[in-house]
Nanobody, 125 residues
């Protein structure tokens, strides 16, 4: 079992930047691939980015490629999502997730075993 706690959400103007963090409770953090998802009001939860257990591989949704960067610090049991050039359509609740399946970087939510409670990101136009 691993507990995930997101932080860093808030209100930001379009074109600005924001950084999200996700702290994991377990010292075995390195045995999980991590992902970020988001869910806008009335819409399904969708994939944003994923990172491998040692951080060597990353994968992004086309909608955020070139603007968002996922990274992790295993010494701090934390994964990050750096967001730049944000747009109003980035407004959503952002969730981090962990998967024990290290075979690939997954975009499907049902591949992830543990989820945080989410943090709200609102981008004003």
């Amino acid at each position: 079992q691993v507990q995930l706690v997101e932080s860093g959400g808030g209100l930001v103007q379009a074109g600005g930047s924001l950084s999200l963090s996700c702290a994991a409770s377990r010292r075995t953090f390195t045995t999980y691939n991590m992902g970020w998802f988001r869910q806008a009001p009335g819409k399904e939860r969708v994939f944003v980015a994923a990172i491998s257990w040692i951080g060597g591989r990353t994968f992004y949704a086309d909608s955020v490629k070139g603007r968002f960067t996922i990274s992790r610090d295993n010494a701090k049991n934390t994964v990050y999502l750096q967001m730049i050039s944000v747009k109003p359509e980035d407004t959503a609740v952002y969730y981090c997730a962990a998967t024990r399946d290290l075979r690939d970087l997954y975009t499907a939510a049902d591949k992830y075993d543990y989820w945080g409670q989410g943090t709200q990101v609102t981008v004003s136009s």
